[in-house]
């Protein structure tokens, strides 16, 4: 036998290099895919993280911003009061500085609570004193003792303030009074009554 054919046998009898087994490929493609889903969800619960953090920043930024202002109010109280006693040549000059320390609150959310002719709101209002007018409705607010402020819409200060509490029997007089007035004004002016149903809601 030459030595060529010899070296065709014993090639040929060797076994492939580097052949991998089928099964393999499948378990390798399979920790793939969980890989790529494990990393899919801890990149969405990255972004929920963040998401929730930018929120929590944004309430405290909020939070620490009314507490600022809750302080400011107390001035205002004090500045308000003043103003009263101010003699003429003065007045002018303190009312123009209350109305522009009045628009830099509304500029950041701090709005007056409405009080006097308005109904008692217990979230809004808080009742300092009662009294007994027949001339106005039952449980409207009849007098403001300190200005109560919204804060972006929520309640910042509760206004203090003295509420009408009338018996039974005054209250449904003045109900059917009120009703009375409105029914005339109504038939005499139909046009404000067309204007009226079409208007926006008050806070």
Known sequence: MSVNSMAEIKNS???????????????LFSENGEMKERLMRLQADFENY????????????????????GELLEFLDSFDAALVH???????????????LGKILSRNGITPIPTLG?????????C???????????????EEFQKGY???????RPA??????????EGEEVEEKVKNEDN????????????NSTGGKQI
Do not use: I, W, Y
């Not at 009898?13 to 378990?27: F, H, I, L, M, S």
């Not at 930018?54 to 909020?62: D, I, L, Y």
């Not at 308005?118 to 808080?126: L, N, S, T, V």
């Not at 919204?150 to 910042?156: H, K």
């Open 184 to 195: 005339r004004s109504e038939k005499g002016n139909p046009s404000d009554q067309k204007n």
């Open 86 to 100: 101010v003699k003429d040549e003065h007045r002018a000059g303190m009312e123009g500085l209350r109305t522009q």
């Open 50 to 69: 963040q998401k929730r953090a930018a929120k929590e920043n944004a309430a405290q930024m909020q939070l620490g911003k009314a507490r600022a202002f």
């Open 150 to 156: 919204f804060f972006n819409g929520d309640v910042l």
């Open 13 to 27: 009898q060797k076994e492939p290099v580097n052949a991998e087994p089928a099964g393999e490929a499948d378990k």
């Open 160 to 169: 203090k303030v003295k509420v009408n509490m009338l018996d039974r029997e």
């Open 128 to 142: 300092l004193m009662q009294d007994r007018d027949p001339m106005q409705k039952e449980n409207v607010v009849l």
């Open 118 to 126: 308005k109904p008692f709101d217990p979230a809004r209002h808080e």
